[in-house]
């Protein structure tokens, strides 16, 4: 199994007035391609940064980060907004679709941005939407939608260009129980089919539906289930 | 592919924000209408005037003795009138380029039909004159050598003179009375309209000169072969230069006036004159197009507060966008994008608001308006630029939005 995510020595430090507040700590993780890892920790624990940094917004005041042997922060910008594009999908808990496009054209936006644009991308939109099972809603307003399915589209638009790496944010944070539990299934089906999955929540039930568990205190890591799906 | 998707999303935008996006340029129509409305007045203006000037014939010079005349008023008993029938024959002989050098005395005087009486402008004039101002007959026949010669007491009249003595019914074959004198119409001319001085051209009854010496407006005592005018006629607009200064030795010479000393006479180029108008007609276009143009600079401000607004209400996309591929630059270029197609679409808007009050308008008040589909085309061109011009900075603050910040979820 090879190393996918490789985080040495992250720190982040935030400037809040004359405050300085470290939000991540000398973070040492390593994921390897085709886990399914959950983040958990309270709140102002560190993983919404982490995972900010994790999918190439949000840059650490020291520390590397690797992604498929790539040093990320090494990069140009120009080379971030191209693995956000191709290698990186992220789920948020407040979904995030654009709410003036209807569901097929939000799963396509990450299409638009492509360096060698697809020849039919309405078409791989529509079969992603179809995978996530929304094959019949995908002309309508994310404002038509519930809940479940507006996260479901927000998933088809994580994937649509076949990234490496899914992460999540609290995906479920917003929905009902049994919306949770599809979606949590849909991310394992997901996973299951050779996609790395890093899940962030504070919500314990939630981080058990993923094989490995790393938690963060205070912004450093105070616990790691270990890889390769032991509790 | 690409651009042209960023077009269609630049039009989702403004068409998902259509309030907003009217309240924006709405600077921008108005500035466009302005000028639009403004330039086809003036453009107008000066073609009316350009037609009156041409109305009046082309190539023509107009060669008036140096002393003070007013079209029409009679001289002053014993005032040296220095141009003569003479003058106008030797300038057809020894100028070259010349078609024309027609004689004209003129005079305000009243005439009289039956009951009815007019004041007009009465003409004594030879017949090539017609030819030289460009009159065209409309029923009977015009003057001829024969009227000239024989002084025939006839008269050719223009179609104002015509209403106002005849009322409807045929001049031709009726006899006009000019004091003591009766003279038979033979004609009636074709309408002409105003000239570019304002005064009617078709108010006006041509008898001989010769006619017009001996019966109704007199000759000088001191030089019986005076005339008021001569209409001189150039082969070409080219010639006319040339033919100015060849008249002015000609008649320096007839008229023994040693160098050094001034002419006795001027000449007056109409097409310069029509130049000159039309130079100023075009300053006076140039002046309100920049002041309108200042609307339009003040549009463009109001099209950059907008957008300055909306790129702060959409972090949230502009944040989804980074997050998911876009480069700061194609968020630039698509904000960019936006802000000048909404300029096109004002300056289009404005293009078609300007041309409807300029058609509505001025045909209500009798004002005469000329289109332009140059103006347009600048129209469209300065409002698109408008748009890069201001949307520049909320192109460029929505392109430096770091993603990071904008999407903590907490």
């Known amino acids: 199994m090879s190393s996918l995510v490789t985080v040495d020595h992250i720190h982040k430090q935030h400037r809040l007035g004359d405050q300085t507040v470290h939000a991540l700590s000398d973070v040492c993780v390593e994921i390897d391609r085709g886990e399914f890892v959950a983040v958990v920790g309270p709140s102002g624990s ?22 498929n042997g790539e040093d990320v922060f090494a990069q140009s910008k120009s080379r971030l907004s191209e693995l956000r594009n191709r290698r990186i999908g992220i789920v948020f808990q407040n979904f995030n679709l654009l709410p003036r496009l209807t569901a097929l054209e939000n799963v396509a936006l990450p299409l638009f941005y492509r360096r060698e644009p697809l020849g039919n991308p309405v078409a791989r939109a529509r079969a992603v939407l179809e995978e996530v099972g929304l094959g019949a809603r995908m002309h309508h307003m994310p404002a038509q939608l519930s809940g479940g399915e507006q996260q479901r589209v927000a998933i088809a638009r994580a994937i649509v260009n076949g990234p490496d790496l899914l992460l999540a944010d609290e995906p479920t944070g917003a929905l009902d129980t049994s919306t949770r539990n599809a979606i949590l299934a849909l991310l394992g089906e997901l996973q299951r089919a050779s996609l790395t999955v890093v899940l962030v929540t504070h919500d314990a039930e939630v981080a058990n539906c993923a094989w490995r568990t790393i938690r963060l205190r205070d912004g450093a890591v105070v616990g790691d289930s270990g890889r390769c799906g032991t509790a | ?80 009138l220095s141009l003569t029938t003479a003058d106008a024959r030797a300038i057809v002989r020894e100028v070259p380029d010349i078609v024309i050098a027609a004689p004209f005395v003129g005079e305000q005087k009243t ?25 065209r007959i409309a029923e009977g026949q015009l003057l001829n050598d024969d009227h000239v010669a024989s002084a025939a007491k006839v008269a050719v009249i223009g179609r104002a003179v015509a209403r106002e003595l005849f009322k409807g019914s045929d001049p031709l074959g009726r006899f006009l009375r000019i004091e003591r004198s009766s003279y038979l119409v033979i004609g009636v001319l074709a309408e002409k309209g105003q000239d570019f001085t304002g005064r009617n051209q078709d108010d006006v009854m041509f008898i001989p000169l010769s006619s017009a010496r001996i019966f109704t407006i007199g000759r000088s005592q001191v030089n019986p072969d005076a005339v008021h005018t001569i209409l001189v006629k150039t082969e070409s607009a080219q010639s006319m230069q040339a033919a100015e200064s060849a008249i002015a030795r000609v008649l320096r010479r007839r008229h023994k006036i040693a160098g050094g000393k001034a002419d006795d006479f001027r000449i007056q180029n109409l097409i310069q004159v029509a130049q000159t108008h039309d130079r100023a007609y ?26 300055l607004v909306s790129v702060t209400e959409r972090i949230n996309e502009i944040g989804i966008r980074l997050a998911f591929g876009a480069r700061p630059q194609d968020i630039r270029r698509q904000f960019l994008l936006e802000a000048v ?30 289109f332009n589909e140059r103006m347009a085309l600048i129209a469209i061109a300065s409002s698109g630029l408008i748009g890069i011009v201001f949307g520049l900075l909320p192109a460029e603050r929505a392109a430096r939005l770091d993603p990071a910040a904008l999407l903590r979820s907490g």
């Open chain 2, 282 to 307: 075009r300053q006076f276009t140039l002046l309100v197009s920049t002041l309108a143009g200042i609307s339009l600079l003040v549009g463009g401000i109001g099209v950059m507060n907008i957008m």
């Open chain 1, 46 to 67: 560190g993983k919404s940064t982490l995972l900010s940094i994790l999918g190439c917004l949000d840059q650490p005041s020291c520390g590397r980060y690797h992604l």
């Open chain 2, 111 to 135: 005439t009289i039909a039956g009951d009815l009486n007019w004041s007009t402008l009465v003409a004594g004039v030879t017949p090539d004159f017609f030819e030289a101002r460009g009159w």
């Open chain 2, 341 to 370: 197609l909404l300029c096109t679409i004002g300056g289009l808007l404005g293009l078609i608001v300007g041309y409807a009050c300029a058609r509505v308008v001025p045909s209500a008040l009798g004002w005469p308006i000329e």
């Open chain 2, 1 to 80: 592919m690409r651009s042209f998707s960023y077009v269609h999303l630049a039009f989702r935008s403004i068409r998902a924000h259509i309030l907003r996006s009217i309240l924006a340029v709405t600077g921008i129509v108005i500035g466009i209408a302005a000028v639009v409305i403004v330039v086809a007045l003036a453009e107008g203006a000066r073609a009316e005037i350009s037609r009156q000037i041409n109305s009046l014939g082309s190539n023509l010079l107009l060669v008036q003795p140096g002393a003070q005349l007013a079209q029409g008023v009679r001289q002053q008993a014993g005032t040296v």
